[in-house]
């Protein structure tokens, strides 16, 4: 064996490992060398092994679960050691790459073709969302700098078997950068949003698009954007806010302030659905209650719940708007806070 600690980590947890990859294209041996490879090339996350070794286990079995091998090399699947200054310690997390969710895309046998492309300034690119048709003139050789900076956006570009025409789904730049801005923030500069933006663009752009309700997405899909997303609300620190949701902000809208109102704290039920308009800025509602209610039964079941309380609980939620489940959202990590 190697002086490579996470190689230790992995195979004191193989049989868990193995069993993970059982369902994927995977093999065993291919993924511990893309997880070696990637800690031989990041210091901080040899640290994250050291320091919080069980976070690192859980990405990896994220990854492992889906079929994805880790590592910047693969484009799939990235671990980011973050520093949790609480604790003062290295611990990481992960972000899916866009290769890694067109992998898992493509598992959907419905599923053709998938690709989510990128459009510069000085490129002709038009999208007629009534016959789902592209014009996106490519430009070759040194007549369009592609970089960050010349970025106006990209759409994702879908055809399914047996289907009469592509599904088509734009995306503008500006909420491409506010999720980086966001990323960038949370990773303190650092990380695939730094060092990859135009992979991590068309990566926004396919989950944007995955997230739109119209492209068919299998279990495990489901199960790592939902996994995602639980990551990347962890790490958005609660903030103080004067605005008011519901009847509280149509009074607050319309200039009728009440005295006995405070400042609300918000809370991860609040942070995700932020994400999820940052993804979508114009998603039909139900899409939205829908993952929100998704979110909340899989928090309670982390929680060890009682299943069949879950399952009233969500029955509750069921037909229930976004501030009514942002809330329970909210009372659930108050609840596990508390225990």
């Not at 997230?211 to 103080?240: C, F, Y």
């Not at 809370?267 to 308009?277: F, M």
């Amino acid at each position: 064996m190697s002086d490579n600690p996470l190689e230790a980590l992995v195979v004191a947890k193989k049989e868990r490992f193995v069993g993970a990859l059982a369902t994927t294209p995977v093999n065993y041996d291919a993924f511990l060398a893309a997880a070696m490879a990637d800690a031989i090339k990041q210091p901080k996350l040899m640290r994250a092994v050291r320091e919080a070794p069980e976070t690192v286990i859980e990405c990896l079995a994220v990854a492992a679960t889906s079929g994805l091998l880790p590592g910047s090399a693969h484009d799939q699947f990235y671990l980011i050691p973050r520093w949790d200054k609480d604790a003062k310690r290295f611990y990481c997390t992960f972000i899916t790459g866009y290769k890694g969710l067109c992998k898992m895309a493509y598992r959907d046998t419905k599923v053709s073709t998938i690709e989510a492309r990128l459009v510069f300034q000085g490129e002709k690119c038009e999208i007629d969302l009534g016959t789902n048709t592209v014009d996106h003139r490519y430009q070759w050789g040194n007549q369009v700098p592609r970089s960050w900076d010349t970025l106006v956006g990209g759409y994702l570009y879908v055809t399914l078997r047996g289907a009469r025409r592509p599904i088509v789904i734009p995306m503008d730049k500006e909420p491409i950068e506010t999720i980086r801005n966001t990323q960038l923030k949370i990773q303190k500069g650092t990380g695939p949003w730094k060092d990859n933006p135009l992979p991590m663009a068309q990566k926004t752009v396919i989950r944007h698009g995955l997230n739109s309700g119209m492209v068919p997405r299998t279990t495990e899909l489901e199960q790592l954007l939902s996994a995602e997303t639980d990551e990347e609300i962890k790490h958005i620190e609660p903030v103080v806010t004067t605005e008011k949701t519901g009847a509280a902000g149509l009074r607050q809208a319309i200039g009728i302030a009440q005295e006995d109102e405070e400042p609300r704290e918000q809370g991860p039920g609040d942070a995700l659905l932020a994400q999820l308009l940052e993804e979508d800025p114009f998603p039909e509602d139900k899409v939205i209650c829908h993952r929100l209610t998704t979110a909340w039964v899989n928090q309670a079941g982390a929680l060890g719940l009682d299943p069949e309380d879950i399952e009233r609980r969500a029955g509750n939620l069921s037909g229930s708007g976004r501030d009514e489940i942002v809330a329970a959202i909210n009372a659930l990590a108050e609840e596990a806070g508390a225990t």
